[in-house]
């Protein structure tokens, strides 16, 4: 048969689809070959070799072996961590989607992300171990660092349109367009944005993940990363609208129904 061989190591899955009457298709992140899409044979029959493992945002242990093209075949998928403890809660178990559709999507297929990877599987394990909803910092942190392992890094500290220092107490704006903040007379028309939101995001940008689950945020625009990263792959982030109606269960979106 000759054919590349097989490779084992830590994979997190980012979602499968069923394909025919036996098989699944499973998208992994790994730290070695970023995304990757699969063949898992017999995943819809016997599952003797992928039981329990392919829930989104399961740790496992793959074996993969590349294929002809962009799919490769999964030969095996050995649970190492299921994430029992997020899918124990709405709120908590939709930022592991949400976390999973924006490091996964983020990723380069085929090219090692090892920072995406690391970043994706720290954000499931802090989630796993919280016991209760975290602040927003949280996720600000998340999309912010996301992007930034992307090369896509947003400008919070600097106007992204001239260039100068975003400084305290300034009026700003954020075009996620232009890759992040803006002073408000450089960006006419837009909302205005406050500068402790935007100094907020720079600074959990920069901290450890684990730093940021107590801590919130100040008013502003709380969907404005999640926009960069959905301009950036050019399709909404299908999760967020559930997110969205967690976070603000008063005024969900009129489009949710
Ligand atoms: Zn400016």
Request: charged residues 25%.
């Given at each position: 048969m000759g054919g590349a061989p097989a490779r084992t190591g830590p994979a997190i899955v980012l979602g499968h689809v069923d394909f025919g009457e036996r098989?699944?298709?499973?998208?992994?992140?790994?730290?070695?070959?970023?995304r990757v899409a699969c063949l898992a044979r017999g995943a819809r029959g016997s599952r003797r070799r992928f039981v329990g493992a392919l829930d989104l945002g399961n740790r496992v242990q793959a074996t993969l072996r590349p294929g002809r093209g962009e799919l490769w075949h999964l030969d095996e998928?050995?649970?190492?961590?299921?994430?029992?403890?997020?899918?124990?809660?709405?709120?908590?178990?939709?930022?592991l989607a949400y976390a999973v559709e924006l490091c996964g999507g983020l990723a380069r297929e085929h090219q090692p992300e090892p920072r995406l990877y690391g970043l994706l599987d720290m954000a499931c394990l802090l989630l796993d171990a919280m016991t209760a909803a975290p602040g927003a910092a949280f996720r600000a942190g998340l999309e912010a660092k996301a992007l930034t392992f992307a090369g896509l890094a947003p400008t919070l500290a600097r106007c992204a349109a001239c260039g100068e220092a975003l400084l305290p107490g300034e009026e700003l704006a954020f075009e996620p367009h232009k890759g992040g903040a803006t002073h408000r007379a450089c960006?006419?028309?837009?909302?205005?944005?406050?500068?402790?939101?935007?100094?907020?995001?720079?600074?959990?940008?920069?901290?450890?993940?684990?730093?940021?689950?107590?801590?919130?945020?100040?008013?502003?625009?709380?969907?404005?990363?999640?926009?960069?990263?959905?301009?950036?792959?050019?399709?909404?982030?299908?999760?967020?609208?559930?997110?969205?109606a967690l976070l603000e269960p008063a005024t969900p979106s009129p489009d949710l129904r």
């Open positions: 098989d699944r298709i499973v998208r992994l992140l790994s730290p070695d070959h970023g998928a050995v649970l190492e961590d299921g994430r029992t403890g997020a899918r124990q809660d709405l709120l908590r178990l939709s930022l960006s006419p028309g837009l909302p205005p944005v406050p500068a402790a939101w935007a100094a907020a995001v720079e600074a959990a940008r920069r901290a450890p993940l684990r730093e940021l689950i107590d801590l919130p945020l100040p008013p502003g625009p709380g969907w404005a990363l999640a926009e960069m990263v959905e301009g950036h792959l050019g399709r909404p982030l299908q999760s967020r609208r559930l997110l969205a």
